[in-house]
């Protein structure tokens, strides 16, 4: 079985440019999520999708991050601009039902951004 | 915030078991104990979780004491290889916003040789 495919693996901008992150999750997954890891620290959810519909984005910094999952499948991620604090790995992950219990979320290799 | 304690890092010699231990006094009746790991430049990687009975698989074992407290990740022949920073995470049995996995520092297995 195939797993959380994300690309690209790393992507270097300039401050005030944009960027986009793709992740395909694995076949029948639901939900769907994107993290943000800061080097050093844990990741931090900044939303989660459930098919197409959003269920928690309370900590997407909507001034200029964005995601959408229009088909209910593959997802982007995108920031515009950015600044130099959004220097982050950036996690996409799926599971397989938003409900019920034991359901394990499977984590892609991660997208790893440097803005300078 | 994340809702479990871990000693931020620990060691262990190549071959022994590694004890990982974390508190989660604050777990409630509808909460599992996940156990992720995250080796250097990779995502997380699932390892196991329970509810309240002990689970054992092909990467661990997972010993949940009977008041649901603390819990202990065991490696028993741990190898270079499972050098990663390992978190305990609790995560609620129904879904919707709460399904999400919430991250502390987790503890930074070093294995020796």
């Known amino acids: 079985e195939a797993g959380v495919a994300q690309s690209p693996r790393y992507k270097i901008i300039e401050k005030r440019q944009s960027v986009a992150f793709w992740c395909n999750p694995i076949?029948?997954?639901?939900?769907l999520y994107w993290y943000q890891q800061i080097l050093g620290q844990g990741p931090k959810l900044l939303i989660q999708f459930q098919n197409n519909g959003v269920v928690d984005d309370s900590q997407l910094p909507k001034d200029r991050f964005s995601a959408e999952r229009l088909k209910g499948v593959d997802s982007t991620l995108k920031i515009q601009p950015a600044k130099l604090e959004d220097s982050a790995v950036y996690l996409c992950?799926?599971?397989?039902?938003?409900?019920?219990?034991?359901?394990?979320?499977?984590f892609g290799e991660g997208s790893w951004l440097t803005v300078v | 915030d994340a809702k479990t304690t871990q000693p931020p890092s620990m060691d262990c010699a190549e071959g022994r078991a590694a004890n990982l231990p974390c508190n989660h006094s604050?777990?409630?009746?509808?909460?599992?104990v996940y156990w992720y790991r995250q080796i250097h430049s990779q995502g997380p990687q699932y390892i196991i979780h329970?509810?309240?009975n002990n689970e054992t698989n092909e990467m661990a074992s997972l010993i949940i004491t009977e008041d649901r407290k603390s819990s202990t990740l065991i490696l028993p022949h741990a190898t270079l290889r499972d050098t990663a920073v390992y978190y305990c995470?609790?995560?609620?049995?129904?879904?919707?916003?709460?399904?999400?996995?919430?991250f502390g520092k987790g503890t930074l297995l070093t294995v020796n040789p």
């Open positions: 992950a799926s599971s397989s039902q938003g409900r019920g219990h034991g359901n394990t979320i499977y």
């Open positions: 329970g509810l309240k």
């Open positions: 604050t777990i409630s009746g509808n909460e599992y």
């Open positions: 995470i609790v995560r609620p049995l129904v879904g919707g916003s709460n399904y999400k996995l919430t």
């Open positions: 076949s029948g997954h639901a939900t």
